[in-house]
Every structure is written in structure tokens, then in C-alpha cells.
């Protein structure tokens, strides 16, 4: 009698089971339409993020003129052609140009918060005597592009999504790219095997158009190592006088040199190296305008005497201590300018220039025309006081005009623009 009632929990039991079951099936049936998806969503994402990092860094790259004189307008356009030469699924991907943006970044160090901010200004703004957090805050100081790819005209078509009413996806993606300050030397661009002391080129976190003295000339801590002799060798290897002497007035810098990186540098006058480095300044001994001939436009009038500035393209180092150390650390790249050249030995005062650039004087006396050349170009010892008429010395100004464009961003403050841009986020 009681058969036919177990036979009908049975039935009811497996009833319940193919439920089950059925519920089980579509589950996995949609975990595995979630998964392909997703995975495929995943990379049509990675070929939008991978064409705006190109649009972005292309942009960037040519953000400025060659001159670094004015923001280059046509830096949208170039972030454009690169983003959308790049595919995605075989179709070229979506850039709208109101999204290609040129702008301001900010790392969030003084009032603006970290992030991009759009502008469309094209003058370039000072970079000298200001600090790094103003620069930072400074909206009109335009160092990036930032690109938008979109996939909306062809959508990404979802392969068993649509189970659950999604027939497609819409996707887009944003990269900045990012120029910074110089962080290194290509081969041959730096001018001679000299390293300037950051410490000399600053006041407090500026980069200032006030210079110091460069070299030993006594051995006190306030006049000396405002730069110092470097072979350009990373990683640092010892620099000896022969060395720096065979480089003077050479090819420059035989490898890249970067920022962040120890490089081989020694303190002191050595003697040698500033008598060849004195006779090139003097017969005017290189190529300032880059056609591979060297001239000598330094010394105008042909009397043997410089009356132009001589400018120099240098490494930027790190001097704790005002002391130049073996091993010293790159921070940088400088422009600068070599106004005037002392001999060794007892400075003679009727070897007092009479006239540098635009300044001349028609005073006989010596002490008083080197008081008024340190007061028309504002040269400063190291330790903050006008710099003195000393043998073997070397005097010199950052040039605080706009630069071409040069190395790998990276570097700290000190005027120069890096030409390779990096993507931030």
C-alpha cells in the first residue's frame, strides 16, 4: 500500500533535480558569457589605452616649437594622426578633437590638486626665479596633451551578453602625456667636461638668473665649487686631469648622461684643464650655431679678447656641502653663459674686461670697472656676496631665455625643457 507513495517522492525529488540542474546550466551558462565578455571587453580596452598612450606621448612630444619658444597648436592634430592610426579589432580607433586637449599638469605640490587641467594658451611662461610648487600651481604653464579613444561607431559586440538583452559595449580610454624638465645629454650635447653645482644656479627652490664662481681658487668654503670637471662617465668612474683635458673643446659627452644617475666629477682648478679650457674661450674655438664648423664669434672686434658671452650646454650636479665629489649626482640640464675668464696667478687688475655683451666701461682703473661688470651682470660668489676678482676663475650666468627642447624628462628646474615626454596619471 505504501509503493506508490514513495514511487511519487521520487518523482517529485527528481523533478526538483532537473530544476536544479537547469538553474546550475544557465548559471555557468552565464559565468561563461560574463568571462568571454569581459576577457574580450579587456582587450579592445587595451588597444584604446595602448592608442591613447601613443596619441598622448606624440602630442606631447611636439608640444612645443623646436625653439621652445611658443606651444605648438599643431600638437592636436599630431596626437590625433598617431591615436588613430592605431586599430582596435581591425578598425582604426575614435578620437573626437574636443577630446585631444592641450593643458596643465599638476603632481598636487602647491594649491591645484593632482590631475590635468585643460588649456588652450600658446605662450610659454617663465621658468626661471620661480619655484617648483608655483610652477606646478601655474595653470597657464602648458606641459601636457591628453587623448581620448572611443569605440562608438562600431561597438564591441558581445558574444553571449546579448543571453541577457546586451547586443554590444561602448569603451573609451584617456592617457596624458606629460613634458617635463631635461634629464639628460644625448652624446656630444654637452659643450665641456664642466658640471655645474645646482646649489650655485638656486636660491632657496628657485632657479635664479644669479650666478656664482665657479672653481678653487683659495681653498676658503665661501668662494669655491660652484662647479666642478666631469668625464661624463656612468657609472661613475674616477676623473683624472688628462681625461677632462682631451675633452675640453671636444665631441662633448661620448655617451647619454641621465638625471638620477652618478657620474664621474673631482673639485678643484686643475691647472691643466682650465689652461685648455681658457685657450678655447680665448681663439673662440667652437660651433655655436651647429653648422659643424667652429667659429669664433666670441671675440667680434678680432683683438684677441672676447667681448660675447660664450654659451655652454652643461650637465647639472648635486654639491652637498659646496664640495664637488668624486661620484657626484646629476639633477639636470643648464644653459648658461661664460662672461669672463681669469689667468693663474696674481690677478692683474689692467686684465679687468672692458667691455662683455652689452656692458662697457671707459674707467682706467681696474678695481673700479670689475665693480661695475659684477654689478651689470650680478655676479655673486657662493656665498651670496658680489664675486670677487680672483685668479684661475671662471664666471658665468644662466641663460634665463627659452630653450630648444632637450633629453629625457626628469630633470629638476633649471630652464630647459625635456624634448621626450612621459604619461602620467
Known amino acids: 500500500?505504501?509503493?506508490?507513495?514513495?514511487?511519487?517522492?521520487?518523482?517529485?525529488?527528481?523533478?526538483?533535480?532537473?530544476?536544479?540542474?537547469?538553474?546550475?546550466?544557465?548559471?555557468l551558462l552565464g559565468f561563461a558569457a560574463l568571462s568571454l565578455d569581459i576577457g574580450h571587453l579587456c582587450v579592445v580596452q587595451g588597444e584604446l589605452k595602448n592608442a591613447a598612450d601613443a596619441g598622448a606621448l606624440a602630442g606631447a612630444r611636439f608640444l612645443y616649437n623646436d625653439e621652445g619658444t611658443l606651444v605648438n597648436v599643431g600638437a592636436n592634430q599630431i596626437a590625433i594622426d598617431a591615436a588613430t592610426a592605431n586599430k582596435s579589432e581591425n578598425e582604426s580607433v575614435e578620437?573626437?578633437?574636443?577630446?585631444?586637449?592641450?593643458?596643465?599638469?599638476s603632481f598636487g605640490l602647491g594649491d591645484l590638486a593632482r590631475g590635468f587641467y585643460p588649456n588652450s594658451s600658446i605662450e610659454p611662461v617663465d621658468l626661471w626665479d620661480v619655484s617648483t610648487e608655483q610652477l606646478d600651481a601655474n595653470l597657464n604653464f602648458i606641459n601636457a596633451i591628453r587623448v581620448v579613444t572611443r569605440r562608438e561607431s562600431f561597438p564591441i559586440i558581445s558574444f553571449f551578453a546579448r543571453i541577457f538583452g546586451h547586443e554590444s559595449f561602448q569603451c573609451s580610454s584617456a592617457a596624458t602625456?606629460?613634458?617635463?624638465?631635461?634629464?639628460?645629454?644625448?652624446?656630444?650635447?654637452?659643450?665641456?667636461?664642466?658640471?655645474?653645482?645646482?646649489?650655485?644656479?638656486?636660491?632657496?627652490?628657485?632657479?635664479?638668473?644669479?650666478?656664482?664662481?665657479?672653481?678653487?681658487?683659495?681653498?676658503?668654503?665661501?668662494?669655491?665649487?660652484?662647479?666642478?670637471?666631469?668625464?661624463?662617465?656612468?657609472?661613475?668612474?674616477?676623473?683624472?686631469?688628462?681625461?677632462?683635458?682631451?675633452?675640453?673643446?671636444?665631441?662633448?659627452?661620448?655617451?647619454?648622461?641621465?638625471?638620477?644617475?652618478?657620474?664621474?666629477?673631482?673639485?678643484?682648478?686643475?691647472?691643466?684643464?682650465?689652461?685648455?679650457?681658457?685657450?678655447?674661450?680665448?681663439?673662440?674655438?667652437?660651433?655655436?650655431?651647429?653648422?659643424?664648423?667652429?667659429e669664433t664669434p666670441i671675440d667680434t672686434d678680432g683683438n684677441g679678447i672676447p667681448d660675447q658671452p660664450w654659451e655652454l650646454r652643461l650637465p647639472v650636479i648635486s654639491c652637498p656641502g659646496n664640495n664637488v665629489e668624486n661620484c657626484a649626482l646629476m639633477t639636470g640640464v643648464v644653459n648658461?653663459?661664460?662672461?669672463?675668464?681669469?689667468?693663474?696667478g696674481t690677478p692683474d687688475w689692467d686684465d679687468v674686461p672692458w667691455e662683455m655683451a652689452g656692458w662697457s666701461s671707459s674707467t682706467a682703473d681696474g678695481q673700479v670697472r670689475w665693480a661695475e661688470f659684477v654689478d651689470y651682470f650680478n655676479l655673486k660668489n657662493a656665498d651670496?656676496?658680489?664675486?670677487?676678482?680672483?685668479?684661475?676663475?671662471?664666471?658665468?650666468?644662466?641663460?634665463?631665455t627659452y630653450h630648444?627642447?632637450?633629453g629625457i624628462t626628469g630633470?629638476?628646474?633649471?630652464?630647459?625643457?625635456?624634448?621626450?615626454?612621459?604619461?602620467?596619471k
Not at 661664460?338 to 693663474?344: I, N, R, S, Y
Not at 628646474?413 to 602620467?424: S, T
Open 1 to 27: 500500500m505504501k509503493r506508490p507513495l514513495m514511487q511519487s517522492k521520487l518523482a517529485n525529488e527528481d523533478g526538483a533535480v532537473a530544476i536544479v540542474v537547469a538553474l546550475v546550466i544557465f548559471l
Open 404 to 406: 630648444k627642447p632637450t
Open 177 to 294: 602625456g606629460y613634458i617635463g624638465f631635461a634629464g639628460s645629454l644625448e652624446p656630444g650635447e654637452a659643450d665641456q667636461p664642466i658640471a655645474v653645482c645646482e646649489e650655485s644656479i638656486e636660491i632657496g627652490d628657485e632657479f635664479s638668473c644669479n650666478i656664482g664662481r665657479m672653481l678653487n681658487s683659495g681653498g676658503s668654503d665661501v668662494t669655491h665649487n660652484t662647479a666642478g670637471w666631469t668625464n661624463f662617465t656612468q657609472p661613475c668612474s674616477t676623473a683624472s686631469a688628462s681625461e677632462m683635458q682631451d675633452l675640453v673643446c671636444g665631441d662633448g659627452n661620448p655617451d647619454e648622461v641621465e638625471y638620477g644617475e652618478y657620474m664621474g666629477a673631482t673639485g678643484g682648478t686643475q691647472q691643466v684643464t682650465f689652461n685648455a679650457l681658457r685657450d678655447c674661450w680665448i681663439i673662440g674655438a667652437n660651433d655655436t650655431n651647429g653648422d659643424g664648423f667652429r
Open 411 to 424: 630633470g629638476e628646474n633649471y630652464g630647459v625643457l625635456a624634448e621626450i615626454p612621459v604619461l602620467v
Open 384 to 400: 651670496g656676496e658680489d664675486a670677487p676678482y680672483a685668479f684661475k676663475s671662471i664666471y658665468y650666468l644662466p641663460v634665463c
Open 336 to 344: 648658461l653663459e661664460v662672461v669672463w675668464m681669469t689667468e693663474a
Open 95 to 105: 578620437v573626437n578633437a574636443g577630446e585631444v586637449q592641450r593643458g596643465h599638469w
